[in-house]
């Protein structure tokens, strides 16, 4: 595939201007670099697989990258930090190759035992790779953030630069330029992106596709993610509680699924303080009432869902809380 030989002396940073030329022009008119990747998978002999994880500083749009290159909601998205939990694994099939897409919690420096659980899990997602995605902000300035979740990844690892819908082309050159300089990911390949819009993303597809080494077929054709129903159900629950969610609420709600009789469905909403339970319910239970009506749009019809708020002291520092919550 491409530009990912071996250094001569002084050769890298050639390699890296040559990265940047072509992550560049990439966005558009690359044509050239589909048919080439296209054909190398055509003289593909047996089946090839492997695990692909996304990782990045929160809220750089990963979970959005994932649903948008397996063209399907896998993980949920919001305008809050941190609103993944647990490692989402999609399906990403296609002719003669499976690849397992895992979207990860962001690192970031930890300040609960959530969020230590949530680095935990993202960084336990990086053993065993074939291709790893450092995910990055077009829009906002390459920081300590990025830089320490670059320092655990393989040097040949793939650089989303993502939002590119909100950059200027030259904000978007100058962060390329950035990212190949401050990363410090000497063999790094570079795909501006636009999860929102989908630019981009097939480019970034084919890449990774042409990556995957020899191997089987992990999950059972079609399948699309690996995600117990219920928990996805929660996750759905909770992801349209967020969009109404302000401050530190986003961190307190979490969502799970006490009956699953289909369709009735009952789902608890834990949070943490009895203040933060009226926000949620809302006046005359309107919030909850328009969760719940908003969540079931993406449930199969006649789903009857429950919902109940419910207050946990404190369930965010609880590890024993953690867990039975399944983060
Ligand atoms: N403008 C723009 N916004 C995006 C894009 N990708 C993600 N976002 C937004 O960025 C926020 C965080 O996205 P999310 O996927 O939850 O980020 P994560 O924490 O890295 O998984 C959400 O409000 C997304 O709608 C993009 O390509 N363009
Ligand atoms: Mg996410």
Redesign the pocket.
């Known amino acids: 595939m491409t530009g990912s030989g071996q250094g001569g002396a002084g050769g890298h940073d050639a390699k890296r201007a040559d990265a940047v030329e072509m992550a560049a022009g990439r966005l558009h008119g690359g044509a050239a670099e589909l048919d080439a990747a296209q054909g190398s998978l055509g003289e593909l002999a047996g089946f090839r697989s492997g695990f692909v994880t996304v990782v ?1 500083r ?8 994932v649903n948008r290159m397996l063209r399907t909601k896998v993980s949920i ?3 809050s ?1 941190n ?2 939990r647990t490692r989402v694994r999609g399906i990403l099939e296609g002719d003669g190759y499976q690849g397992v897409v895992v ?1 990860t919690p ?1 690192i970031h420096r930890p300040r609960s035992a959530l969020g230590e659980r949530l680095n935990e899990t993202a960084s336990a997602a990086l053993h065993d790779v074939d291709v790893c995605i450092l ?1 990055v902000d077009a829009t906002s300035a390459i920081g300590p953030g990025d830089r320490y979740v670059a320092a655990c990844l393989p040097d040949a690892s793939v650089v989303a630069v ?5 950059a200027s082309p030259t904000q978007l050159l100058g962060q390329l330029a950035r990212a190949s300089e401050e990363l410090g990911l000497e063999r790094a390949e570079y795909f501006p ?5 989908g630019d981009g993303v097939a480019e970034l597809v084919d890449h990774v596709v042409g990556r995957l080494p020899p191997g089987p077929r992990y999950y059972p054709a079609g399948t699309v993610h690996d995600v117990p129903e219920a928990f996805h159900l929660g996750e759905l629950v909770r992801e349209q509680l967020l969009r109404v969610a302000r401050e530190e609420l986003p961190h307190s709600i979490a969502c799970r699924v006490t009956e699953w009789d289909p369709p009735y469905v009952r789902c608890e909403v834990l949070v943490e303080r009895e203040s933060q339970k009226a926000i949620v319910v809302g006046r005359g239970g309107s919030v909850l009432k328009a969760a719940g009506i908003a969540a079931r749009r993406s449930l199969p019809e006649g789903t009857y869902l429950d919902l109940v708020v419910k207050v946990e002291r404190d369930w965010q520092r609880r590890p024993d809380v953690i867990e039975r919550l399944g983060y």
């Open positions: 990045g929160p809220n750089v749009g990963k979970s959005t990258l998205t919001s305008a930090p609103t993944t979207d962001g995910v993502n939002k590119v819908d909100r992106v636009s999860a929102r819009t």
